[in-house]
């Protein structure tokens, strides 16, 4: 891998973590519809994504970090008296660990052999398509919803341990290379009942720990023998994604105050086809 | 549910040590709870003792609440 093909992906990585069309999706297919050598089984790649995962984790906690303050001291207060207050933060808090459990689980247990079953080029364009669907989906049962019951969207406070835990499991479909992460959790969060900006931030907030701690306990791949990736190479891979990642949270929470999925939905539609199609016809 | 909690972080805590040891024959099970001999796995050992960790909090918010 070059370093202008590495900086590329750095900014994919930034841009695709957070908005809702599938990172790991993109990763598969941009390398081989560019024809670029990159064997994604490789030390040094997986290496150079963890740097990439790395960046966005920290852009993330950057923009959430008056938030996250909040939420560990309301954590840390609520263990030691042993009982909740029902203060917001606490309360987000305790959703965010409730809603990590279930991704945990299920990443640690089966992600490997789930990646290895489907990271290939024509099941991610499926899973692009299906993600799209997932999206649409989700909006066209939001719309009945509010139709159905004529109720505004509640605050974050009002949601239940088990609509926690419901979106958690969500989000864990992002181990199916295709369906998004935040796409998954946005739409889990719009059908009980947040507003598109409450559920787009609890989204962001529910995939930081995931990011952080699945990057940090793999960055002894680093230090492994035969791993090549250079200093530069990483540091630059590491600030090129966080940039882009924080651009894009900045831009993700304001686009989500007056906008919906649907836009996100027809890209991933386009270009699972659009890829399908090439890969079937043997275009590229 | 005190028992509950206290029995999870039991078998939390002893799932973190298997995964540490990792001494089991190698097939897909033994594999994805980490206790398979064919490599040291490092998420599976701080997934387990996160989980303990956990169901010790759970036991205090109910023994706080038993003393109240």
């Not at chain 1, 303050?69 to 840390?76: D, E, K, N, Q, S």
């Not at chain 1, 247990?109 to 669907?133: E, Y």
């Amino acid at each position: 891998m070059t370093f202008a093909e590495a900086m590329f992906l750095a900014v994919l990585q930034g841009i695709s973590e957070l908005f809702p069309i599938s990172s790991l999706g993109h990763t598969v297919l941009i390398p081989s519809l560019l024809h670029w050598k990159v064997d994604e089984g490789d030390e040094s790649f997986l290496a150079f994504v963890v740097v990439l995962h790395l960046g966005t984790a920290l852009a993330l906690l950057t923009f959430y970090r008056n938030e996250w303050v909040r939420i560990v001291r309301a954590l840390i207060g609520s263990i030691v008296r042993g009982r909740l207050d029902g203060s917001r933060d606490e309360r987000l808090g305790w959703l965010l660990v409730a809603g990590t459990i279930p991704v945990g689980i299920l990443g640690v247990l089966f992600q490997s052999s789930v990646r290895g079953l489907f990271a290939s080029p024509i099941p991610v364009a499926i899973f692009l398509m299906v993600n799209a669907f997932v999206m649409f989906g989700g909006e066209a049962l939001r719309r009945r919803q509010r139709a159905q019951r004529n109720r505004s969207a509640k605050p974050i406070e009002r949601v239940t341990w088990l609509e926690g835990v419901g979106v958690g499991l969500a989000q864990s479909l992002a181990l199916l290379p295709g369906i998004s992460r935040s796409g998954a959790s946005i739409v889990a969060g719009l059908l009980i009942d947040l507003d598109h900006e409450e559920a787009a931030n609890y989204s962001f907030l529910l995939a930081t720990p995931v990011i952080l701690l699945a990057s940090l306990l793999e960055i002894p791949t680093l230090f492994k023998p035969g791993v090549t990736i250079g200093p530069v190479e990483a540091i630059a891979g590491c600030l090129v994604a966080g940039i882009t990642a924080y651009a894009s949270v900045v831009f993700l929470t304001r686009y989500f105050q007056h906008n919906d999925l649907r836009p996100f939905g027809w890209y991933c539609l386009l270009a699972g086809a659009a890829a399908l199609i090439l890969f079937n016809t043997k275009v590229v | 549910m005190k028992y509950f909690a206290i029995a999870l972080a039991v078998i939390f805590a002893l799932c973190a040590v298997l995964s540490i040891m990792h001494p089991l024959e190698p097939n897909e099970m033994t594999r994805a709870l980490g206790f398979s001999s064919d490599k040291a796995h490092a998420k599976h050992p701080f997934l387990y003792l996160v989980l303990a960790v956990l169901a010790l909090i759970w036991l205090r918010f109910q023994s706080a609440a038993s003393a109240r």
